[in-house]
C-alpha cells in the first residue's frame, strides 16, 4: 500500500528565510507525486506535481521540489519565504490510472515570523 | 468556470440525523471524489466515481453513501450522522487520464 510521511507537523521560519519541508513515500512503482497548501478555512490549492522527466519540478509561489528516487523523497523548497506563505502543506502520492486515490501525508503546518 | 462548489460551508447536525453534502464540478471531469480531513490525519478518501452511474469505496466508506446520476454532481449522503463524523468533507475531481486533482472549498460539519 501507498504511504506518505510528513515528519514536521509544525516549522516556523523567519519571513525571508529559505524553507523546505520534507515528504517522504512509500510506493512499490514510479508514483505521482503532489503538493498542496492549504490556507485557514480554505480548500486546497496545487502547488506543484511531478510525473515523470526533470526531478526538479517548479510550482507556483515560487516553490520548487525535488524528486529523490533513491531517498524516496519529494521535499518542497522556497528560497525566501514571505508571510503570506504561512499555511498548512500536504504532499500526496497517486498511481498512473488510480482513479482518484491519492493518500495525503499529514500535512506541516508553517508559521512564518516577521 | 465555478470549478468545484460544494454546499452547504457550514452544517450542524444532531445524532441520527441524516443529510447530503452537495458537490458539482462545472469542468465536465470524469473522476469526483470525496475526502474528509481530520486533525493530525490528513485526507482520507471516503468514495470515489470514475464516470456517471459508476461509484466505488475509498478508505473510509462506513456510514457514507454516494451516487453519480450526472457527470456534474456527486452528493456524499450521511443516512444516521454520527460524533464520529465531525470533520471537514473536501470534494475534488479531474479529467480522466490526467492526475492533477482540483478541490472544493469543503464543508464543515460538527455532529452533537
Known amino acids: 500500500a501507498q504511504s506518505v510521511t510528513q515528519p514536521d507537523i509544525h516549522i516556523t521560519v523567519s519571513e525571508g528565510a529559505s524553507l523546505e519541508l520534507r515528504c517522504n513515500y512509500s510506493?512499490?512503482?514510479?508514483?505521482?507525486l503532489f503538493w498542496y497548501v492549504q490556507s485557514p478555512g480554505q480548500g486546497l490549492q496545487l502547488l506543484l506535481k511531478?510525473?515523470?522527466?526533470?526531478?526538479l519540478v517548479q510550482g507556483i509561489k515560487g516553490f520548487e521540489a525535488e524528486f529523490k528516487r533513491s531517498q524516496s523523497s519529494f521535499n518542497l523548497r522556497k528560497p525566501s519565504v514571505h508571510w503570506s506563505d504561512a499555511a498548512e502543506y500536504f504532499c500526496?502520492?497517486?498511481?498512473?490510472?488510480?482513479?482518484?486515490?491519492?493518500?495525503f501525508g499529514t500535512g506541516t503546518q508553517l508559521k512564518v515570523e516577521l | 468556470n465555478a470549478g468545484v462548489t460544494q454546499t452547504p460551508k457550514f452544517q450542524v447536525l444532531k445524532t441520527g440525523q441524516s443529510m447530503t453534502l452537495q458537490c458539482a464540478q462545472d469542468?465536465?471531469?470524469?473522476?469526483m471524489s470525496w475526502y474528509r480531513q481530520d486533525p493530525g490525519m490528513g485526507l482520507r478518501l471516503i468514495h470515489y466515481?470514475?464516470?456517471?452511474?459508476?461509484?466505488d469505496q475509498g478508505e473510509v466508506p462506513n456510514g457514507y453513501n454516494v451516487s453519480r446520476s450526472t457527470t456534474e454532481d456527486f452528493p456524499l449522503r450521511l443516512l444516521s450522522a454520527a460524533p464520529s463524523q465531525t470533520s471537514v468533507y473536501f470534494c475534488?475531481?479531474?479529467?480522466?487520464?490526467?492526475?492533477?486533482?482540483?478541490f472544493g472549498p469543503g464543508t464543515r460539519l460538527l455532529v452533537l
Open positions: 475534488a475531481s479531474r479529467l480522466a487520464g490526467l492526475e492533477t486533482q482540483y
Open positions: 510506493y512499490g512503482a514510479t508514483p505521482y
Open positions: 511531478y510525473f515523470s522527466g526533470d526531478t
Open positions: 500526496a502520492v497517486g498511481r498512473a490510472g488510480g482513479g482518484n486515490k491519492l493518500t
Open positions: 469542468m465536465n471531469h470524469e473522476y
Open positions: 466515481s470514475v464516470g456517471a452511474g459508476i461509484t
